[in-house]
């Protein structure tokens, strides 16, 4: 019997697997540079509110040593004065006292504000919450406020719906600290001769409480940080006034517990206008854990 011998080259499939083996390699490689990158862009991406926090706490530790160094040098300048007096020149001495008790006055205020402020920031537990009633906080506030107006030669008016009560679910303390705030904002300000109107209606769900003065007006580039801490539109006033720059902050910390906003609607020259609503009481829109919302400046 004779046979048939057939043969057939296989450099073909070999050459063929020789490509797939390198296109499998190229894919390989390709996958883990893209999955490298996309690590490094989505880790980055993660870091970038933590960076933001990090550059936001620095700014606020040179902030709060700047404003606190001024003070606590002219108290050491005024100590040391003091001590170099001679005892006969005891009303010299008397006068350095009354700088050194205005100075501590306002290292008080400031910490007051600073330890309020991380108060507001904390967490708190809705139990602590109760309905208040927003216009007779405004009223009360009114009344308090009405020596400093007349002082500053500023007319204060409450304007109402003719609502018997305004109910706000929040804590009373705080409200009162944001109407005064407002209000005492107003009022340094605001030149004599001129008028602030403290109005509160209801909106469905909301209360809205607006404090309008015809002040000096603020800027547009300040509108976008008068709720930052330590900023002053007028540096000089406010620190004649002994204000620490902290009010806005304070006003907009506590419409952020209550789950409120707050806008501010101002020219230069032509007065500014601060626009709170906060949710009513029995609305049945707050919740225990307030959301971080940042106040809205307006034009």
């Not at 350095?96 to 991380?118: C, E, F, P, S, Y």
């Not at 139990?127 to 506030?141: E, G, K, P, V, W």
Request: hydrophobic share 45%; charged share 20%; proline share 4%.
């Amino acid at each position: 019997m004779g046979y048939l011998q057939i043969g057939r080259s296989l450099r073909g499939l070999d050459a063929e697997a020789e490509r797939l083996w390198w296109a499998a390699q190229t894919i390989v490689l390709v996958a883990l540079l893209v999955a490298g990158l996309a690590s490094w862009w989505l880790s980055g991406l993660a870091m970038q509110p933590l960076l933001k926090a990090y550059r936001q706490q620095e700014q606020f530790s040179a902030d709060a040593a700047h404003e606190l160094r001024a003070p606590v040098a002219n108290l050491l300048a005024v100590v040391e004065a003091h001590r170099r007096v001679a005892p006969e020149e005891q009303k010299a001495g008397n006068d350095m006292l009354a700088v050194v008790w205005g100075q501590g006055q306002r290292l008080n205020r400031l910490i007051t504000d600073l330890l309020l402020l991380a108060q507001l920031e904390a967490p708190e537990l809705a139990a602590a919450l109760q309905a208040c009633d927003i216009t007779q906080i405004a009223s009360d506030l009114i009344e308090e406020t009405a020596e400093v107006a007349t002082a500053a030669g500023v007319t204060v008016q409450l304007v109402t719906n003719n609502e018997a009560a305004i109910m706000v679910h929040g804590r009373e303390r705080d409200l009162y600290r944001l109407v005064s705030n407002l209000l005492l904002n107003a009022v340094h300000y605001t030149p004599p001769g001129g008028t602030i109107s403290v109005s509160l209606r209801r909106e469905r769900h909301q209360v809205v409480l607006q404090v309008e003065d015809s002040g000096t007006g603020i800027s547009t580039a300040d509108q976008q940080r008068i709720f930052d801490r330590f900023f002053r539109s007028d540096p000089g006033r406010s620190r004649q006034r002994g204000g620490t720059g902290l009010g806005l902050s304070i006003v907009a910390a506590i419409v952020r517990r209550h789950h409120g906003q707050i806008s501010v609607a101002s020219k230069l020259g032509s007065g500014s206008a601060f626009t709170v609503k906060l949710p009513a009481a029995g609305s049945g829109s707050f919740r225990a854990d307030p959301p971080l919302q940042a106040p809205t400046p307006a034009a």
